[in-house]
């Protein structure tokens, strides 16, 4: 991600950046589909030196000339249909959240325009506030599009205090998955909960490779955990709306709690996130006792417990 950081933008193309995403991007959705995948014959003696479809084989499928996709993944955006974009879509078999990555790609290696500066924190408007604090028996959030959490309601504090733990604020959940050794028993599905994130922070690169908060961010993930490393190397994106999340709560114990996201117009990337219980559930018995411990801790950020079934000296600090 070199050069785009730089404050005064000199001697440095902006497209550049865009044009090496859209390159290893298109590189990685070609790499994993095979040519049975794509209908074409496969030869039994021939022997393949790359994975997945060749350019040329990509090309067939999009309906457009080797040259042309050639230079279009190398970043050669310019004047690009959006026939061609479809035919693209189809041949690699992108869903929804890669073709919308493609074309936000796509747009930003077209572009002149010097990269643009957001404001050092984005702001939830105090209506908002009062909208999470209304849902009392619903843990609720407003989270940035790099996964800060910018307000919650208490029972959302609560749910979340092992994240509200780090003193760093506002709280990230990217932060917390690969760099909090609690993160992997907070989360029962942490691998998958790693995943989600990784392709969301990517989808949210590709819409604005110049949010210094953004690839601040992303810098120091890559330089702690290998684990990360390895998952944004793979150039996964995802949108990822709506689903239930397997969470194991210092307090309370297991919670399966089905989420829902809903975009805000405050700010970019803002959404507001909720969690519910299935009526008559354990985990509404669990989120009942959750609320009901909330109650008697005003300062969740600064209460968050130990599970009792960790031993105490098996507590690490962050590489």
Do not use: C
């Not at 479809?53 to 050639?70: C, D, F, K, M, P």
């Not at 709560?249 to 089905?258: A, I, K, N």
């Amino acid at each position: 991600m070199a050069g785009r950081n730089d404050p005064n933008g000199t001697n440095h193309d902006i497209r550049d950046d865009f044009r090496v995403e859209i390159r290893e991007f298109l590189g990685t959705r070609r790499a994993r589909v095979t040519p049975e995948q794509a209908g074409l014959p496969s030869y039994g003696g021939e022997r393949r030196r790359v994975a997945g479809l060749r350019r040329e084989e990509v090309a067939l499928l999009a309906g457009i000339s080797s040259e042309y996709y050639t230079r279009l993944e190398r970043g050669n955006a310019t004047g690009v249909s959006e026939s061609v974009i479809d035919g693209i879509a189809q041949a690699l078999q992108l869903d929804e959240a890669e073709r919308i990555h493609l074309l936000d790609l796509l747009r930003g290696a077209g572009t002149t325009r010097p990269p643009r500066r957001r404001p050092t924190q984005q702001r939830v408007r105090p209506a908002v506030q009062r909208v999470l604090d209304s849902m009392s028996g619903t843990p609720a959030f407003i989270l940035s599009g790099r996964g800060d959490i910018l307000a919650a309601n208490h029972l959302g504090r609560a749910l979340f205090s092992p994240v509200y733990a780090d003193p760093a604020r506002p709280p990230n959940n990217a932060r917390f998955v690969f760099l909090d050794p609690h993160a992997t028993e907070f989360f029962r599905e942490w691998d998958k909960v790693a995943g989600d994130t990784v392709a969301m922070l990517r989808a949210e690169a590709g819409r604005d490779l110049y949010d210094r908060r953004l690839t601040d961010l992303i810098g120091e993930l890559s330089t702690r955990s290998e684990e990360f490393r390895h998952r944004w190397a793979a150039h996964n994106v995802r949108i990822h709306t709506t689903g239930v999340k397997l969470f194991h709560h210092p307090v309370v114990g297991d919670l399966d709690l089905p989420f829902e996201t809903f975009p805000l117009g405050d700010g970019p990337s803002q959404v507001l996130l909720t969690y519910t219980a299935e009526p008559d559930s354990p985990s509404q018995d669990a989120l009942n006792l959750l609320a009901s411990w909330a109650a008697t801790n005003n300062d969740i950020e600064r209460s968050t417990p130990v599970d009792d079934s960790e031993p105490a000296d098996s507590a690490e600090t962050p590489d």
